[in-house]
Each structure stands twice: as C-alpha cells, then as structure tokens.
C-alpha cells in the first residue's frame, strides 16, 4: 500500500463486506441442515469449504496487494461475492448451492485482504480494525434480528451477503488505484519477524479454529439442548453481537494503554470460560449468558491480533498471512464441532475446545510481549526487520523534544535508498555530522546528538 495513510472508511466497508459470511455461518450451516436435507456434519462441510476458499484468496494476494493497487483486486473480489453467493441463493441443487458458496468465499477472502493491507497501512492499526469489526458485527446483528422473521431457507443469508457487498461497491472508488509505469510485480524483501509472525499465524490458526467450532454449532445448541426456537436463538446472537459492539467500543477507548498482551491474554481465558458455559446451556439463561459473555469479549481479542499481525509489517504482509490462517481455523471450526459434538456431546466439546484455547494463549500473548515495543533507553540500537538503523539517545544537551523521553516506545526507523552512483560508491567522507552549524566539517559540541545517513546502493 502507499506510504501515505488513505481514510479508514473505505477499508472498514470492504472489510465488513469480506467478513460478513464468517459473522453468519451459524445461521448459514443451520439452514442448509434444515431446509437441504443436509446433516449436521455435511453443513459443516459446505461452510468449511466457503472459508477454506476465502483462505485460499488470502494466501494468493499476501504481498501482492501493493503490486497490483488496492482498488483492482477489491472489486474483482466483490463482484465473486455477488455472483457467488448470489448464485447459491437462487440454486436448488446441493452441487450449485456449495459451488456458489466457494466462488463467494474466494471474494470475501479477496476483499478481506485488500483491508487487511490496508489496514497495516494505516497509523493506528488497532483503532481501523476495530472499526471494521464494530461495522461488521452491527450489520451481522441487524440480520440476526431480521433473518429469522423471513423465512426464505438457506436463500436468505446468502442473498443477504451478496447484497452487502453490491452496496459496498461505491467504497472501492475511494480505495485509490496503484497505477504505475512498468508492469506489476510483488513486494519484495523478507518478511520482518518472521518467526514471531509464523508463532502469530499459527496460534491465530487454532485460536480462530476453536471458536468457529463453537460458533458453527451455537445454533443447534440453542435448538437441540437448550430448546429454544430459531426466533429465540436469533435474538440471543443478535445480543451477543451488540454486547460484542460495546466490546469493540471499549476497545478502541482503551487502545494501546495496556498494550496488546494483557487484552490478547486475559480476553482468551474469558473466551474459554464461555465456551465451556455456552456448549453446556441447558435453558435460555445460561445459553444467553455464555453466548453473550462469549461475543463481547471475542472481537476485542482479534482488534488485537489483527492490529498485532498488521504491526509487523507495514506492507500488509503478516496481516494477510495471519488473516488467511486465521481463516484456516474459522474453516476447520465448523467441521471439528460437528464432529466433536456427534461424537462427544455439546458439554464435552466444550471442555475440549476451552483446553485447546488455554494452551494457544501463551504463544500469542508471548508474541505480544516479544514485538509490543521496548522501552527506548540511551544508547538503545534497532536494527529490526534487517533495516540497518541507528538511533542514538542522549541524556544532556538535547533540544527539548527532540529526543524521546526515557522508558519511551521505540520508534521504528526507515531505509532510504538512493539511487547507485554511475562514478563511483560514496564513501563516509562524503557525509558530514547532522547539527545546527553550516560548517562542512564542523562537529557538534558537549552533549550534541550525531547521526549519519545510512544509505544502499541499488
């Protein structure tokens, strides 16, 4: 993405677009169980495939985003939502119906990848992604709330995501496009933090499976244990999905000020508590209170992941492989619940999966601690992402401000390039001590800040 941050609006609504049909697998699994004549465990493959195909997507555009500009590959992946998701509302017949729903997931991940790089763009990371999660989760409550009063069978949730992604087309005209002189080609360069990115991508793998495992049942749950009505259940996810709108507010208030690991640690043992509640309701009250306990709390943990993955790398880059991993998981979910739950029970599921999210909480909130910053002491070096840096703190005679105070967020320190000399390489006579003064050769005094440019020949 360009350097210059763009408004944060388009890539919340291509974002809502992108993760609007993982917010509506519950409704999307049940429908196709009921109205298709499909078992549980076969409407779990149906939604398995359409988030295995949005990861798919992910994978492909990771680094690719910045090559071919944001604008081209947004539409192209909103035009697959439509004419995918589209195609399975109006369809009949299982084969088209699960057609649809994997042409559909291809856009959805295409969309959510060009946000993704987007977001990483931007100068607050958090602040966007929770934005784009509060937008999805109050249009994803909005057709909780309306879905279930319209009948209509599996016909009405995909109808309803392709309808979103038709209204969210406008947005695309405020992405930008990357035009450029010479043909397309992918970011370069190796990946910064690589390996805490891989430990990210890989807990986000398991974290979101546990919880689209759940998710993907939660209906049945509702139905078959708790005994509610699909009316009943829908308005107990339409206020788990407000309460996870208060969640996201309080998330984006509290930002950055207890950092990223607490949230990310402490919001996954809540997580785990709830899945064991809510897999083991046996009436209303206990199905709402883990259901709603759950909502609010998980979408304040992934502000935080997704702002994490997009802090590593500027260009996007983890922020796409984290999010297609993470989709990974949200695709497996849906399977491994169906599974675990014909097999187990709703209650031992539940523990299983509550385990499972206990023991991912350490390697992500260690990623969290390891990349959350280091406190800038005098004399401190960076030399992260391989970008040959310095910066150089001192403790007197400093102009006020200039210098961060002690205990300080590091600051990250760009590479310039310039363009490689025709004559001869630069030599470190050619530069002189940055200061106040004019003169060519004249050093700083007592207490002076020194700083040489770092320049590489290309």
Not at 226 to 239: I, K, M, P, T
Not at 264 to 273: E, P, S
Request: net charge positive; proline share 6%.
């Amino acid at each position: 993405m360009s350097s210059r941050p763009r408004a944060a609006w388009p890539l919340v609504a291509v974002f809502t677009a992108g993760y609007l049909a993982a917010y509506l697998l519950p409704t999307i699994v049940g429908r196709l169980s009921v109205h298709l004549g499909l078992s549980t465990a076969q409407a779990g493959l149906v939604g398995s495939a359409l988030l295995l195909s949005s990861a798919t997507a992910g994978f492909t555009l990771a680094g690719r985003v910045e090559a071919y500009g944001p604008q081209r590959p947004a539409r192209i992946g909103l035009v697959l939502a439509m004419a995918g998701y589209g195609c399975a509302a109006l369809a009949d017949s299982v084969p088209l119906v699960v057609m649809g729903a994997v042409t559909g997931g291809f856009g959805s991940g295409t969309a959510t990848a060009v946000a993704a790089s987007g977001i990483a763009a931007q100068r607050d990371p958090h602040r966007t992604s929770s934005l784009g999660l509060l937008s999805v989760s109050a249009t994803a409550g909005a057709l909780y709330l309306t879905i279930p009063h319209l009948g209509g069978g599996h016909r009405l949730p995909f109808a309803s995501i392709a309808l979103v992604a038709l209204l969210v087309w406008p947005a695309t005209a405020r992405l930008g496009d990357a035009a450029r002189s010479g043909p397309a080609a992918p970011a370069t360069g190796r990946l910064p933090h690589r390996r805490s990115g891989l430990v990210l991508a890989g807990g986000m793998l398991v974290w979101s499976m546990a919880q689209n495992a759940l998710w993907g049942v939660s209906s049945r749950i509702g139905v078959a244990q708790a005994g509610l009505s699909e009316v009943s259940v829908g308005a107990v996810f339409a206020a788990a999905l407000g309460a996870g709108l208060l969640g996201v507010m309080g998330a984006g208030a509290l930002g950055a000020k207890l950092g990223r690991a607490v949230p990310i640690g402490l919001g996954t043992v809540i997580i785990a508590a709830s899945i064991v509640l809510s897999s083991s309701a046996g009436n209303l009250g206990s199905f709402a209170t883990g259901e709603i306990l759950w909502n609010t709390v998980y979408p304040v943990v992934l502000s935080y992941l997704i702002g994490l993955a997009a802090s590593l790398d500027v260009r996007g880059r983890w922020a796409v492989l984290a999010g297609s991993a993470s989709s990974v998981g949200v695709a497996c979910g849906p399977v491994l619940g169906s599974v675990l739950s014909e097999q187990a029970g709703y209650p031992v599921m539940g523990l299983v999966l509550g385990a499972v999210t206990l023991l991912v909480a350490t390697p992500i909130t260690a990623v969290a601690l390891h990349t959350g910053g280091r406190p800038l002491v005098p004399g401190s070096v960076r030399r992260r992402g391989g970008a040959p840096a310095a910066l150089l703190a001192v403790t007197t005679g400093a102009v006020p401000g200039a210098v961060p105070r002690l205990g300080a967020p590091e600051q990250a320190v760009a590479e310039i390039s310039l363009p490689a000399l025709r004559r001869r390489r630069p030599v470190r006579n050619a530069f002189r001590t940055a200061g106040p003064s004019g003169g060519a050769g004249q050093s700083g005094g007592a207490g002076q800040s020194n700083a040489y440019a770092s320049t590489s020949d290309r």
